[in-house]
């Protein structure tokens, strides 16, 4: 009898403690989450003759706030973009590209559809891909227990036009395993997730005022952690370093010209309170 009431007792108790460590995300409707992200970005192009060298840095703030069933709303709140090459020093004025709303279906996995992106700025257009920003932001979980050495893998592949005449296409492949338990600020129970992927790029659009199309082909590795909280569906932190290699090829009337291509980044992205 003692036994019969410890175990009634207990199983509750345990099947909760499972539950609350299942990877599940959870966007609750008009519950509004803000993450920082910024992104620093070395590319080294290599003509002939001498290198040309490209810094690019983007801090950013993004909202996203869950609507019916897995559908969300997402839009920029803060946004800077800056870098420097030889030509000099570029800061670009991104004011139009605030509050633009991008339309999303995520998964209960993290998994991630893109069902609308805003038409940006020709000026933010030119810097960079807006368009892209929820392609590989959330790191997936799965259905089970999120315990120390479990692991997992997914694939990402996105093909769209990024703006007239310009297509991109990219296949993520991605592997997963928990580290460990850790407790984040104020006191929320999560997993540290080690996260290592294989990536292929290949975007191909006109050169502006040029008959000439630049199509970019890039293939690389990125390795980082994330910090996940299970029992709140939250991805909290993620932090990753990368590094890609290929070549841009600038294909016009006269032929074509192609240019070794190295491209390396930090990206730090973080649920701000």
């Known amino acids: 009898m003692r036994s019969y009431l410890l175990s009634t007792l207990l199983v509750p108790l345990l099947t909760f403690a499972v539950t609350a460590q299942q990877g599940r995300y959870r966007f609750i409707p008009r519950d509004t989450l803000r993450y920082r992200e910024i992104t620093e970005g070395h590319i080294v192009l290599r003509p002939p003759g001498d290198s040309v060298p490209i810094m690019t840095r983007q801090d950013a703030t993004f909202a996203i706030t869950g609507e019916q069933g897995d559908t969300a709303t997402a839009w920029y709140e803060q946004l800077s973009l800056s870098g420097t090459s030889p030509m000099g020093e570029t800061n670009t004025n991104t004011d139009g590209a605030l509050h633009l709303p991008f339309r999303l279906v995520i998964a209960p996995s993290g998994q991630t559809t893109l069902i609308a992106a805003p038409a940006f700025p020709a000026e933010v257009a030119a810097q960079t891909d807006l368009s892209r920003q929820f392609e590989d932001c959330f790191i997936t979980v799965p259905r089970a227990v999120l315990k120390p050495n479990a ?32 407790v984040a600020a104020g006191g929320v129970a999560a997993v540290v997730i080690a996260i290592d992927q294989e990536m292929t790029l290949r975007n191909s659009s006109p050169l502006e005022a040029q008959q000439v199309t630049v199509v970019t082909e890039l293939r690389g590795s990125e390795e980082g952690t994330a910090v996940f909280a299970p029992k709140t569906g939250r991805l909290l932190l993620r932090v990753r370093r990368g590094r890609m290699e290929g070549e841009e090829t600038l294909q016009g009337q006269g032929g074509q010209m192609v240019v070794p291509m190295k491209f390396e980044y930090t990206s730090n992205l973080a649920l701000l309170p």
């Open 151 to 182: 692991t997992w893998a997914d694939t990402v592949e996105n093909s769209h036009p990024a703006g007239p005449r310009e297509t991109t296409q990219s296949r993520h492949i991605r592997r997963y395993r928990v580290l460990r338990d850790t």
